[in-house]
């Protein structure tokens, strides 16, 4: 759970636009990578190497041009560094992109998410920090009581002894991973056993089981841009799967080691970010991501899904029209002018790089393919 007062950090004072004896400066540094749109001066560029980091949050309400603008700046990364790996979570089906790969998951989709996958890091992974994971992952989704909870810990531990993957062993962590037809038969089996909990716990996962997601095989994911369908799953079961494939990044990463380019290597862009509330992938991602190469754009429609930190760590954000009634927070929260934002209309944004903001007039993405 964050710790809002002694997490929050600071941001800038409030800019809206740069001094004229700055605009030299400013086109130097402005005036490549993504093209996002027009200021009534210049066309405004987002250069994610010319920030302290790569992260983007972004915040407008339905109508706002939200999602016009993420396929922009997803379909322009793309564009402009071919060699960037792009993922997009999609809760609602509607962040199609020209030359994606996508897979769509639901009850007769061939593709799934482990969950279970182990972490190979030999100082953050193995087994049991995997169960760690996942256990608080279903926890938060399904609401799952204390006794659940340490039952799930015992028997994901099971499953991977099962599977001969012991934490006092690395080397056993390279064995194919348990999924969720083990999961299933191992509380089966303990219900049979009488375990009057586990059958509790059989129904708090019956729907997860019924989706199949997590027990199908995981695709490789080796395209360039790659669009992870959950529009045709319930709320839950697709939070979990974001989750897990946010956290399976994170980790990718780390083991890579440290990213010596300031432009990542990888994007997870997450619209709707209420259905990850509090998660402690996009955490990591956020603290962390730059160091090892991994960039993460996150986006929702209300303030109240954002926390401090997560604006506070990413140098970019975009500030779409929202709501009348959230304009006087997000204009504390983004630092910007209460005026200014509630005068927002669709498809302008106020954008923070760094310190410095600006009007924009966003290119949306129908017009870039045009």
């Not at 729907?207 to 199949?212: K, P, V």
Request: hydrophobic residues 35%; proline residues 6%; aromatic residues 8%.
């Amino acid at each position: 759970m964050f710790n809002f007062k002694s997490k929050e950090k600071p941001l800038p004072s409030a800019i809206l636009t740069v001094d004229d004896s700055q605009v030299q400066e400013d086109n130097k540094q402005l005036t490549d990578g993504i093209f996002l749109g027009e200021t009534d001066r210049k066309d405004c560029y987002w250069n994610p190497t010319s920030l302290p980091n790569g992260h983007i949050v972004a915040i407008g309400a339905s109508g706002s041009g939200k999602t016009q603008t993420l396929k922009a700046i997803a379909y322009s990364l793309r564009q402009t560094y071919p060699n960037i790996q792009l993922f997009i979570i999609d809760f609602h089906g509607d962040q199609q992109i020209a030359g994606e790969t996508v897979y769509p998951l639901h009850m007769a989709s061939p593709h799934g998410i482990n969950p279970l996958t182990v972490n190979l890091d030999p100082e953050g992974g193995g087994p049991n920090l995997q169960a760690i994971a996942v256990t608080a992952t279903l926890k938060k989704s399904l609401r799952f009581g204390p006794n659940q909870e340490g039952l799930m810990l015992e028997i994901l531990s099971q499953c991977y002894e099962t599977k001969g993957i012991f934490q006092s062993d690395s080397k056993t962590w390279m064995k194919i991973p348990p999924n969720f037809v083990n999961l299933e038969q191992e509380i089966k089996d303990r219900i049979e056993d009488g375990c009057k909990e586990s059958q509790k716990l059989l129904l708090k996962l019956a729907a997860t089981f019924q989706y199949g997601v997590f027990s199908r095989e995981q695709p490789a994911f080796k395209e360039k841009h790659i669009r992870i369908d959950l529009s045709k799953l319930p709320p839950e079961i697709g939070a979990i799967a974001a989750e897990s494939l946010a956290l399976q990044l994170m980790n990718q990463h780390r083991l890579m080691g440290e990213a010596g380019d300031k432009l990542p290597k990888t994007y997870l862009f997450i619209d709707e970010a209420k259905e990850l509330k509090k998660s402690p992938a996009c955490d990591r991602i956020i603290a962390d991501g730059r160091k090892y190469g991994l960039g993460l754009v996150l986006a929702s429609q209300s303030e109240r899904h954002l926390s401090p930190d997560v604006i506070g760590n990413s140098s970019t954000k975009i500030v779409l029209p929202v709501d009348q009634t959230e304009v006087k927070k997000v204009s504390s929260k983004f630092r910007l002018a209460e005026k200014k934002v509630a005068s927002l209309t669709q498809l302008t944004a106020l954008c923070r790089f760094g310190t410095k903001a600006e009007y924009v007039e966003i290119l949306p993405y129908y017009q870039r393919i045009n």
